[in-house]
């Protein structure tokens, strides 16, 4: 297992994060997972004797079971607190009442004791704020997570499914005010879905901020499981749950080159796409989630498989992203200045 640094921070975090979601199993969340306690305890073990230190939750997975659970399955395993990295999330509906969602400054401050008390420790290393709440100031926000961290229970803070502009808002009134800024952006990337590219993959690399990618296998859909005229299987996460967004034609396309290299290096397809993502600098850590121990040995391994220069290239290619607007008119205008550079 390799590890790199969170962000500008100076805490290294394994290359492969264990994510949560597939843990418990209550409400909407039955279709991703609804692993029990000794399912649970089984990935977590098998994630720690692999090198693995970075483990991901949210208190809105499976109404805060997930969060139970994952707790419990550390102190069952026998990991030291002191070598988990603990990242759990904060915007999710936990109750009915009208205040009991977003990222207001009360929301916050009961969120984070009621995460604390189910994942069973006194502090969180990585508090991420979930999405976006359009009714909140983001200066409420972050002075709510600021104050989260000076309070102690909080160690570093991180931001998830956020606009670029949004990102850069906060790290704006982070520098200003001198409160703790997002170290950290939880983001949808896969070699179906490379949006992130266009505008945030360049703030991150400017700012500094580290990239944890969710939904690496675009939602099973590049598993290896799913064909083109055959679909998939019918008990597969991504035929109960049709999420994210993926355009699957062109997915497809991409599935037909993967396919040939996963073969010439004898793996899954799984982990030919899991090792594309690890190859980009700017990815800090790949979160995976797995049902079973097998499928999590499998995802494991990418983090050992080196993909020669041309597989990679090969993949960009057939996954590129259309040109848009205004980085098509950047790279026009800068093609005698700056040849090859890319837009920022």
Same mark, same amino acid.
């Given at each position: 297992?390799?590890?790199?640094?969170?962000?500008r921070t100076?805490?290294?975090v394994?290359?492969?994060?264990?994510?949560?979601?597939t843990?418990?199993?209550?409400?909407f969340?039955?279709?991703?997972?609804?692993?029990?306690?000794?399912?649970?305890?089984?990935?977590?073990?098998?994630?720690?004797?692999?090198?693995?230190n970075f483990f991901?939750?949210?208190?809105?997975?499976?109404?805060?079971?997930?969060?139970?659970?994952?707790?419990?399955?550390?102190k069952? +395993?026998?990991?030291p607190?002191s070598?988990? %990295? =603990?990242?759990t999330?904060?915007?999710? !509906?936990? @109750?009915?009442? &009208?205040?009991?969602?977003?990222?207001?400054?009360?929301h916050?401050?009961?969120?984070?004791?009621?995460?604390?008390?189910?994942?069973g420790?006194?502090?969180?290393d990585?508090?991420?704020?979930?999405g976006?709440?359009?009714?909140?100031?983001?200066?409420?926000t972050?002075?709510?997570?600021?104050?989260?961290?000076?309070a102690?229970?909080?160690?570093y803070i991180?931001?998830?499914?956020?606009?670029a502009?949004?990102?850069m808002?906060?790290?704006?009134?982070?520098?200003?005010?001198?409160?703790?800024?997002?170290?950290?952006?939880?983001?949808?990337?896969?070699? +179906?879905?490379?949006?992130?590219?266009?505008? %945030? =993959?360049?703030?991150?690399?400017?700012? !500094?901020? @580290?990239?944890m &990618?969710?939904s690496?296998?675009?939602?099973?859909?590049?598993s290896?499981?799913?064909?083109?005229?055959?679909g998939?299987?019918?008990?597969?996460?991504?035929?109960?749950?049709?999420?994210?967004?993926v355009?699957?034609?062109?997915?497809?396309?991409?599935?037909?080159?993967?396919?040939?290299?996963?073969?010439?290096?004898?793996?899954?397809?799984?982990?030919v796409?899991?090792?594309?993502?690890?190859?980009?600098?700017?990815?800090?850590?790949?979160i995976?989630?797995?049902?079973?121990?097998?499928?999590?040995?499998?995802?494991?391994?990418?983090s050992?498989?080196?993909?020669?220069?041309?597989?990679?290239?090969?993949?960009?290619?057939a996954?590129?992203?259309?040109?848009?607007?205004?980085?098509?008119?950047?790279?026009?205008?800068?093609?005698n200045?700056?040849?090859?550079?890319?837009?920022?």
């Amino acid at each position: 297992m390799k590890y790199r640094l969170l962000g500008r921070t100076g805490l290294y975090v394994s290359e492969i994060c264990l994510g949560t979601m597939t843990f418990g199993g209550r409400g909407f969340w039955t279709a991703i997972g609804q692993l029990d306690q000794p399912a649970c305890t089984a990935l977590v073990a098998k994630a720690y004797e692999s090198g693995i230190n970075f483990f991901d939750t949210a208190n809105v997975y499976s109404e805060g079971e997930s969060e139970r659970l994952f707790g419990q399955a550390l102190k069952d +395993a026998k990991i030291p607190r002191s070598e988990a %990295i =603990v990242a759990t999330k904060v915007r999710g !509906r936990m @109750g009915p009442g &009208v205040n009991a969602v977003g990222l207001s400054r009360g929301h916050i401050l009961a969120s984070v004791d009621e995460s604390l008390g189910r994942l069973g420790t006194d502090y969180i290393d990585l508090y991420q704020i979930h999405g976006v709440d359009l009714l909140t100031p983001l200066d409420e926000t972050m002075r709510a997570l600021d104050d989260v961290v000076r309070a102690g229970k909080v160690r570093y803070i991180g931001c998830s499914n956020l606009m670029a502009w949004q990102i850069m808002k906060a790290l704006g009134l982070a520098e200003a005010r001198g409160w703790t800024r997002f170290e950290s952006l939880q983001a949808y990337y896969s070699l +179906a879905g490379r949006d992130l590219e266009r505008e %945030i =993959v360049p703030l991150l690399e400017s700012e !500094r901020v @580290g990239l944890m &990618v969710w939904s690496p296998l675009a939602g099973g859909l590049l598993s290896g499981k799913f064909k083109r005229e055959a679909g998939g299987p019918n008990d597969a996460r991504r035929t109960i749950f049709d999420f994210p967004p993926v355009d699957r034609d062109h997915a497809f396309d991409i599935l037909d080159v993967a396919r040939p290299i996963a073969d010439r290096y004898g793996v899954s397809v799984a982990r030919v796409a899991l090792a594309w993502l690890l190859a980009k600098p700017v990815v800090t850590s790949v979160i995976i989630g797995a049902k079973t121990v097998e499928q999590e040995a499998d995802n494991i391994a990418a983090s050992d498989l080196a993909l020669d220069p041309a597989d990679v290239a090969a993949l960009d290619e057939a996954s590129a992203l259309r040109p848009e607007y205004p980085a098509w008119m950047v790279a026009r205008q800068s093609e005698n200045r700056a040849p090859g550079t890319k837009p920022r």
